[in-house]
């Protein structure tokens, strides 16, 4: 029973590319989170969002940006894709009502080359 | 900035021993923490979380809170192989977001 799902496993774009990333939950979760994790770097937020259509920066939100049309869904965009984009891409999403943390997809690994 | 430190490890024990994994953080007014455990490869997955100070027990897992100290525990007892992984400290604070330490690597020896 997979709660939250991330479209891709594994992707390889092109430098230069826009690049989709997709995630998608079924627990009619309010909050949903981008972040990506490098080692040594360990996991840092690029943006969530609380609602839809609403969207808040994180703490590296240069070169990327989100969409949430629908409360279940919540994309990561890289404009132009760039080498130091490679990296582990992690959604996850929680509810306001009940916190208890946050449920992770299983990730996307984005190499650019 | 709100900052959630681990030590990095490796932390080795033998299997059948208590591994003891430790976090601090910086922003006084955190209300909940979590322990999340993490595979080589894998999304982290939510082991544990404590509000309140003292120890909270789940199965071979107890979290521990000190918020006076700003300090919370992960002790697994009986360690088994398959506990080897990265664990992770997550705090959080005034909002919806969580703080993640870097994670400490523990390898379970048999």
């Known amino acids: 029973d997979v709660k939250v799902t991330q479209s891709s496993r594994y992707l390889v774009k092109r430098t230069g590319e826009k690049v989709f990333l997709e995630c998608v939950q079924d627990?009619?979760?309010?909050?949903m989170f981008w972040y990506r994790q490098d080692p040594g770097l360990g996991l840092r937020l690029i943006y969530f969002?609380?609602?839809?259509?609403?969207?808040e920066k994180g703490d590296i939100p240069e070169g990327y940006s989100v969409s949430r049309e629908k409360k279940e869904r919540f994309s990561l965009i890289l404009e132009s894709a760039s080498t130091n984009q490679t990296s582990m891409y992690l959604c996850?999403?929680?509810?306001?009502?009940?916190?208890?943390?946050?449920?992770f997809g299983s990730g996307t690994r984005l190499t650019v080359v | 900035q709100k900052e959630v430190e681990q030590n990095s490890g490796p932390l080795s024990v033998p299997e059948g021993a208590i591994a003891s994994l430790n976090c601090t953080y910086s922003?006084?007014?955190?209300?909940?923490f979590f322990w999340y455990r993490q595979y080589s490869g894998k999304s982290p997955e939510l082991i544990m979380f404590?509000?309140?100070?003292g120890d909270k027990e789940d199965g071979r897992f107890t979290a521990q809170l000190n918020k006076a100290s700003q300090y919370v525990s992960l002790l697994i007892r009986d360690s088994q192989p398959s506990d080897s992984a990265t664990y992770l400290c997550?705090?959080?604070?005034?909002?919806?977001?969580?703080?993640f330490g870097k994670g400490t690597k523990l390898t379970v020896n048999p």
């Open positions: 627990m009619d979760h309010e909050n």
């Open positions: 969002s609380y609602d839809v259509k609403m969207k």
């Open positions: 997550a705090v959080q604070g005034g909002s919806e977001k969580l703080v």
């Open positions: 996850a999403s929680s509810p306001v009502d009940r916190w208890d943390g946050y449920t």
């Open positions: 922003d006084r007014g955190s209300q909940s």
């Open positions: 404590i509000y309140s100070n």
